[in-house]
């Protein structure tokens, strides 16, 4: 139950200790700025982050023909990734947590790697506390936007968001929230290079503080509070999870409600407008739990979302995959999944269909990333499994709109390593190609049809109160490779063989 999703989520963040319930940030198809405008959509959310973050965006040519690899980097200690955003030379941000380099105890981290995956320059970021980066977006101007948790600079988590220069120059940092505990979930880039972040919260709102309540606010460029607010019914919790951009800067959040539905959890939906303003919400569900953790863009104004369900027929909880309308109605809705666990995180859509990425223990008992291509109708074309023996997961994902189909991820594996928990992150092509440990799911799983889900409409209360205060934030380069290096490298024969 989403009652205690933050709770957990902090609880994870200190330890690093748990992967269905921290669940990885979707990008929601939505390529790290979130925007909903571009044909093919890249990383969201993320959860995470439609394609803003990836319009526009190119590669280099591939003279020795199409890429695919699979690495591993972390130090002595825990180190995950959360986010990931291409940039139009081909190379790649990844974002993440790291135990093993920083000022505190753990600082958020965040990595630049070429086209072929070889990290090429690195910063951690953070204050004498534990910090972790939980999100990432990026300017017109090349520059980044981190967002992530703190409790360096008071007693109670709260929420930061930093500007930094490719070359690592801090622009401006803030911290946002209450007295109280508030969380990072994921941000969105507005066309004037001012950023939407959603979070979580127990400062405001009904229920605060026994219960948690959305939280979303805007920045404008500068890094000055544009708008804030708190969204929730007070009765055991409610949550965003992915953020979409839409092209007029308004936003469109997918998540879960205890507060409205018809069951526990259910799938829940809201539109605002650009200056934060509530324009609709829907829910979806049964009487079982029902989560959305990504959204992305249909390409003819309407959503894709995906999550996982306990109800809709799952035999312990499947992943989904719901078609909506621009108004938030229901097309189509289906699952994919085993008799184990089954969670959808991103959704990478294109001309061909889409694709789903997310984390599963149906195949041996332990997590494990996957990667479900589906056609235009949801039907399975292919599926790999993205792990080995331990616990590895699958936490965002981007599309690569120079080469269709292809795809970046991110995540954390304890199967390869220095430490208790290394980050690790592939490129898989269109066909499914993706390295030495994406490999062929011997029973692919199938679409099943399921009956539409009872939507209704719901209007959250609205409340006020987050406030913005500027913070001295650290940005350290990171060690150089061997001292931070990993043991995992599988490349194609396009990428050199430097690590091999």
Known sequence: MISRSLAITL???????????????????????????SDAGGSGAGGGGAAGDAAGQGELADPDGPRFWLRSFGGAWRDELRDVSVN????????????????????????RVDACGQPVAGWTLGGAGKDAGVALGRLSSGDLVVVG??????????????????????????????????????????????????????????????????????????????WEQTLGGGVDG???????????????????????????????????????????????????????????????GGYWLSGFSRGWDAIKSDAFLLHVDGNGDPLRLTRYGDAGKERGYALLPDAGGLTMLGVTDSIDG???????????????????RIGSDKYDDVRAATAIPAKPGDMLW??????????????????????GEGGCKVRPVETPWERRSVKLPVAGKTLPE??????????????????????????????SPACPKDLD
């Not at 800067?249 to 934060?276: C, H, K, M, Q």
């Not at 990333?369 to 292919?382: C, I, Q, S």
């Not at 406030?467 to 490349?491: E, H, N, W, Y």
């Open 366 to 384: 332990y997590d494990d990333g996957y990667a479900l291509r589906l056609d235009a109708d949801g039907e399975v074309v292919w599926m790999k």
């Open 149 to 226: 948790d703190t409790e360096s600079f008071e007693s109670a988590l709260e929420v930061f968001v930093t500007r930094i220069t490719p070359t690592g120059q801090l622009a401006w940092s803030a911290a946002v929230g209450g007295p109280g505990w508030d969380a990072a979930v994921d941000v969105t880039v507005t066309s004037d290079d001012g950023v939407v972040v959603l979070g979580e919260t127990y400062n405001f709102g009904p229920g605060a503080p026994k219960t948690h309540n959305l939280l979303v606010f805007s920045l404008d460029s500068g890094g000055k509070l544009r």
């Open 88 to 111: 139009p030379s081909g190379d790649a941000w990844l974002l993440g947590t790291t135990e093993s380099a920083g000022a505190g105890s753990w600082d958020a981290w965040l990595l």
């Open 462 to 491: 609205v409340a006020h109160g987050a406030v913005r205060r500027s913070v001295a934030l650290k940005v350290s380069p990171m060690p150089a490779a061997p001292t931070l290096d990993g043991d995992l490298r599988c490349v």
């Open 11 to 37: 609880t994870c963040l200190l330890t690093f200790a748990c992967a269905e319930s921290n669940p990885p940030r979707s990008d929601a198809g939505a390529g790290a700025d979130g925007m909903a405008t």
């Open 410 to 431: 991110v995540g954390a594996t304890e199967s390869y390593g220095n430490g208790g928990r290394e980050a690790w992150y592939g490129r898989i092509r269109a066909d």
């Open 238 to 300: 409610d949550a965003g999870f992915g953020l979409l951009r839409e092209q007029d800067d308004g936003v469109v959040i997918v998540g879960a409600t205890e507060s409205y539905g018809n069951g526990r959890d259910d799938v829940w939906l809201l539109r605002l407008d650009p200056t934060g303003k509530l324009l609709w919400a829907r829910t979806y569900g049964g009487e079982e739990d029902d989560e959305g953790r990504a959204i992305a863009p249909d390409g003819s």
